[in-house]
């Protein structure tokens, strides 16, 4: 079991969500899971699958602080994310985050009780053998995550970016995969002649999770 695992499960349990990334910068950390659900609030999920990694995220004082303060208009913020203890800087900030903020850990990991009271907590249940992982709920809510405000901020820029960025990454790899499997073909059996075509890369097609996971 690993990260990227869980998170494939946690992507089917908000599939309904109009967007979605992962492992990504959204806010002014790193997001193991974001979404854009059809009513326009936004979902982060923190993927824990030890308990010394879920203690290690308490030391990350400023998106912590962010996260319960987020309905605050205007809040003074240590500057230090480590060591607050040695904060010697502060700043006043208008608050921006995620509408609600879930951890999700192996089952019975992390008690409801041991996460922040503004933070929800999903299970995962690892799919037994010979059930479909599709009908199979893998993930489930033990506490529900409350609403941190009701915001919608314009993150229409920022996703932009992510998804062009995607795109050129993965036409990157496509064509990389087509060099070296030309030079295979070339160097094993020089005188077959394959096309390879990749069809993503020129028609418009609806989203598929397999070309991402």
């Not at 996703?159 to 990454?169: G, R, S």
Request: charged share 30%; hydrophobic share 30%; with cysteine.
């Amino acid at each position: 079991m690993n990260e990227s695992e869980i998170i494939k499960h946690v992507r089917r349990f908000f599939a309904t969500s109009e967007y979605e990334l992962q492992n990504v910068f959204i806010w002014d950390w790193e997001s193991d899971y974001f979404c854009i659900t059809t009513s326009g609030y936004t979902v982060e999920v923190e993927v824990k699958i030890s308990k010394s990694d879920f203690k290690a995220d308490s030391k990350k004082t400023q998106k912590h602080f962010i996260l319960k303060n987020s309905a605050k208009e205007l809040v003074t913020m240590p500057m230090t994310s480590y060591e607050p203890e040695k904060y010697s800087t502060i700043a006043v900030v208008k608050p921006i985050g995620p509408n609600k903020f879930y951890y999700c850990c192996p089952e019975g990991m992390i008690k409801s009780e041991e996460v922040p009271e503004y933070a929800g907590l999903l299970y995962y249940r690892q799919v037994p053998e010979n059930v479909n992982e599709h009908t199979y709920d893998s993930i489930i809510q033990i506490k529900p995550a409350k609403f941190l405000h009701k915001n919608k901020p314009d993150i229409s820029k920022i996703l932009l970016d992510k998804y062009y960025y995607l795109y050129l990454n993965l036409r990157h790899e496509y064509k990389m995969l087509e060099r070296h499997a030309k030079s295979l073909q070339k160097k094993y059996n020089p005188d077959s002649e394959i096309e390879l075509k990749n069809k993503y890369l020129d028609e418009p097609k609806v989203y598929e999770p397999s070309l991402f996971d």
